[in-house]
Nanobody
Framework: QLQLVESGGGLAQPGGSLRLSCSSSGVTLDSYAIGWFRQAPGKEREGVSCINSYGTSINYAEPVQGRFTSSRDNEKNTVWLDMNSLEPDDTGVYFC????????????????WGQGTQVTVSS
């Protein structure tokens, strides 16, 4: 598991948008599928999306389908999560993770996590 850094969180109103970034210093991400996860207060961490190393295959969890978009630029060593039509239930700490393989979005399979970035959706 790589040491990744998440950024871009903040406060958004319902219906608003945020863009999260995931990067790594010193290690290139182009060989790794990357997953986005989130953890709401009092709830277990859950997978949000995953993107393969080429950016050609992307999966989304049902609650964010059609609202969130994951993308990557391997030359910039960055993976993004564009979040639109935000809802209060999207509130939580968001994490990115290098996946064991594309689609391996079960949080219990990973021991090391970054700090995450807080997303709060509230009016």
């Amino acid at each position: 598991q790589l040491q990744l850094v998440e950024s871009g969180g903040g406060l958004a109103q319902p219906g608003g948008s945020l863009r999260l970034s995931c990067s790594s210093s010193g290690v290139t991400l182009d060989s790794y599928a990357i997953g986005w996860f989130r953890q709401a207060p009092g709830k277990e961490r859950e997978g949000v999306s995953c993107i393969n190393s080429y950016g050609t295959s992307i999966n989304y969890a049902e609650p964010v389908q059609g609202r969130f978009t994951s993308s990557r630029d391997n030359e910039k060593n960055t993976v993004w999560l564009d979040m639109n039509s935000l809802e209060p239930d999207d509130t939580g700490v968001y994490f990115c993770q290098s996946l064991n393989y594309f689609g391996a979005s079960e949080p219990r399979h990973y021991d090391h996590w970054g700090q995450g970035t807080q997303v709060t959706v509230s009016s």
